[in-house]
């Protein structure tokens, strides 16, 4: 497993380098002066100079590369201070350290994605079960009926109509807020339980379905039917031999609906007015904040290549055969 795990993580570097070079290079092909971007639109050849020695804008772009590379590993020094690692740079918008920005939105984010992740494997791969389980009976044509309607929802049409029922005409819930979990745990689980639910319904029909066709494929196979001539009980097949064969594609999938999942919540934050890590990328874009616009692609592409990881080592231990692959 050791080996295994050291062999996914010198890829995820060698991977994650290759993006900071691509993320770099494409966005220091704009035609247009950084130092200008940075300075505003009211602002003299003089300040733009400055601004252009500060920010090392006046060295070539490979020496630009490996300043930026290197203040990611052990710091950079700006006319605002010290940039501790990992440095992505200096807002152009508010002058603040583009980590520290991207620190201060990303609970929320990760609550969102998490929380939803939670509810959404939960459901749905009990929903999946479920079904399998009582093929062929009401329950299983009402649980698969449910998931295919349910699967046609977006994230933007459904918030809305939640919001409008819960919230605003029966005020059965408050409008969904973000406080700290180690503020208030139950006002964090009360302010995002309406953007959990809208999140998990689109995912759980998809791996309510999933769950339950890979689980039936399970059921046919030779060691499974072997189990039930030997006269073991149904259930503990199920669940012993069945149930852990139907994981391995799951999992699978799962590690392709990573990104979908950050995009919905990036979606989810705009829905519910939720100061996120993507309101933070879209407001900075709209603000042509170069450098927290980088930050923010580098940071969800280092996220999105540590939940992989994390993915890969449960389909590892789930099928000791990947091991060695």
Known sequence: MLQFLIRRLTGAVAIMFLIAAFTFFLFYTIPQDFAELACGKTCTKENIAVIRENLGLDKPITAQFWEFMGGIVSGRDFAVGHCPAPCLGVSFSSNEFVWDSIMDRFPLTL?????????????????GLLAAWKRGTVIDKIVSGTSMLLSSFQIYFLGPIVLGIMVYSTGWMENP????????????VIGLLIPWAVMATIFTAQYTRMARSTMIEQL?????RTARAKGMKQRYVFF?????GSLTPIVTILGMDLSGLLAGAVVT??????????????????DKDLPLTMGVMLFGAFFILLLNILVDLAYAYIDPRVRLA
């Open 220 to 224: 046919q196979e030779e060691h499974v």
């Open 111 to 127: 609550s969102l994605t998490v929380g939803g992740l939670v509810i959404f494997l939960t459901l749905g791969l009990g929903a």
């Open 240 to 244: 012993r031999y069945a149930w852990r």
């Open 269 to 286: 934050e705009f829905t519910f007015d939720l100061p996120g890590i993507g309101r933070l990328a879209v407001n900075s874009s709209l």
């Open 177 to 188: 807020s973000y406080v700290p979990f180690t503020e208030d745990p139950a006002g964090w």
